[in-house]
């Protein structure tokens, strides 16, 4: 029993002696715990606001890169920033209110709240491959691309797809009139860019020589084989002095292509180059044929 007493009242001295060498109390220590402490209440700021950077940087995204046609599947939050951003209340399907899943849409912003929402089904079920991603942690967004078929159609699909997209590519690598530098011709051949990009690459070069100049990455934050090179530097093949009016000529082309096949956006760069871009996501199956 002493034994017993004794040790308890050694416990306590010890205590009382680490409490006093600075250790935190259990008083302090509810008081630094306290939400509606000045700390507290700064470190939630701080988070709200790193969370409201992020959504803003996924509405520009989607506001400049997604097609135009697209339905955008979005908790309140997102789709009350991505209206802000410029995209039109009619393309936007608000999960959570009048739809209880993302079906019918083409892109889902997958949002913490989506997440927690929809939980592995939004990966397993709906929407499998990422095309873009903003910030990290808890806070990240992802742009996903919805799966109409269901998630094993879509794989079979991006498959198929990449398989086409490599024999393009290395067709093009063999075409005498197209040039193009040791990065772009990794990327034709493991299936890495655009199918539409192909298509111009191609017919561009049955008119004229063409330069590959380099492959633009307009999709942030993934490397995936879902969200391939949708841009792309591009020149005439001869330097000369009709350099600009060829670049020009090109520039016409493209423009007066139609859809799928109408770039998102096509302009020149200086005087003998060009930039083209197109809209997310790739489409799947456009080199399969019928």
């Not at 309140?76 to 991505?82: E, I, T, V």
Request: hydrophobic share 50%; aromatic share 4%.
């Amino acid at each position: 029993m002493l034994a017993g007493v004794l040790a308890v009242a050694v416990a306590a001295a010890a205590a009382g002696a680490f409490i006093g060498r600075g250790a935190t109390s259990p008083a302090a220590m509810s008081r630094q715990a306290d939400p509606a402490s000045p700390a507290a209440a700064s470190i939630n700021a701080a988070s709200i606001r790193g969370a409201t950077a992020v959504r803003d940087q996924a509405a520009v995204w989607v506001a400049r890169q997604v097609a135009p046609s697209a339905i955008v599947a979005c908790d309140p939050a997102m789709c009350a920033a991505l209206q802000a951003g410029g995209v039109p209340a009619g393309r936007l399907l608000m999960l959570g209110t009048a739809a209880a899943d993302p079906l019918g849409s083409d892109v889902v912003v997958a949002t913490p709240a989506l997440r927690t929402q929809f939980g592995a089904r939004l990966e397993t079920v709906y929407a499998p491959a990422v095309i873009a991603s903003f910030g990290s942690g808890t806070a990240r967004i992802d742009i996903r691309a919805m799966a109409p078929d269901g998630a094993a159609a879509y794989e079979a699909a991006l498959a198929a797809d990449r398989g086409a997209r490599i024999s393009a590519g290395r067709q093009l690598l063999r075409n005498r009139h197209i040039q193009a530098g040791s990065g772009v011709q990794a990327a034709l051949r493991a299936g890495e860019v655009d199918a539409r990009l192909l298509a111009m690459f191609a017919a561009l070069a049955a008119d004229q020589p063409l330069r590959i100049l380099a492959l633009a990455d307009p999709s942030p934050g993934v490397v995936s084989l879902a969200a391939p090179y949708r841009g792309a530097e591009i020149a005439p093949g001869r330097a000369g002095t009709k350099t600009a009016a060829r670049a020009r000529a090109m520039l016409s082309f493209l423009r007066g292509q139609r859809l799928p096949y109408l770039p998102a956006q096509a302009a020149l760069a200086g005087q003998s180059a060009l930039n083209i871009e197109y809209s997310a996501p790739s489409p799947l199956g456009l080199l399969n044929g019928p």
